[in-house]
């Protein structure tokens, strides 16, 4: 059976408890606050115009996601490939979602809002890392906030190094590139990312 309607969804589903209704918050308070200090991680979110979806990996030290006041974020923008699909995909459709992750947690914390892009330098200048200011960074206005349970994250055992895999296990970035794009030179790019790694955080 394909699932179409939130009607045929229900037949597979219960309905839910109360409580997961009751916990979304239209603002962040004091542990959603908290939360976002502690966390050097988030996936953002996004769509485009014709709402395809993408998620993006974003990841500084705790904290580096701002919260401005009980409504609004900042996060920075930091170096990357420049390719910038989530910042596209905003200009078309500034809804977005966040994903945050503290080591150790096992809960995560989703926040849903809007985001504008802003390169306000003053506003930006206090972000700088590695003496380095962000050249943008988004200002999301928050619609909801709600703390997630750590079910997901225990099934994984995200947290747990004994599940870590041997890093010899799976290629290298520069290999992987290099049996996806025709002429590209796996050695190169690893050598790349790494300077770029050392030197361009």
């Not at 500034?94 to 994903?99: C, F, N, T």
């Not at 206005?141 to 709600?146: D, L, M």
């Amino acid at each position: 059976m394909t699932v179409t309607n939130h009607t045929a969804l229900r037949t597979v589903y219960r309905e839910p408890a109360a409580r997961a209704a009751q916990k979304v918050l239209d603002h962040l308070d004091v542990h959603c606050r908290n939360f976002i200090a502690l966390s050097p991680f988030c996936v953002l979110s996004s769509a485009d115009a014709d709402g395809r979806a993408d998620a993006s990996p974003r990841g500084d030290p705790p904290g580096f996601v701002k919260v401005l006041d009980e409504k609004t974020l900042l996060l920075p923008d930091r170096p990357g490939n420049n390719q910038v699909d989530s910042l596209q995909n905003i200009v078309d459709n500034p809804g977005v979602g966040l994903l945050f992750f503290v080591p150790g947690l096992n809960e995560t914390l989703r926040v849903k809002g809007k985001a504008e892009i802003v390169t306000d330098t003053e506003l930006l200048a206090p972000m700088t890392e590695r003496r380095r200011a962000p050249l943008s960074g988004l200002r999301i206005t928050v619609e909801e906030a709600f703390l997630h349970c750590g079910r997901a994250l225990l099934r994984s055992r995200l947290w747990d190094a004994g599940v870590q895999i041997e890093r010899s296990s799976y290629p290298t970035y520069g290999q992987v590139l290099a049996d996806q794009i025709k002429g590209a030179d796996a050695g190169e790019i690893d050598q790349s990312e790494e300077e770029a790694n050392r030197n361009r955080l």
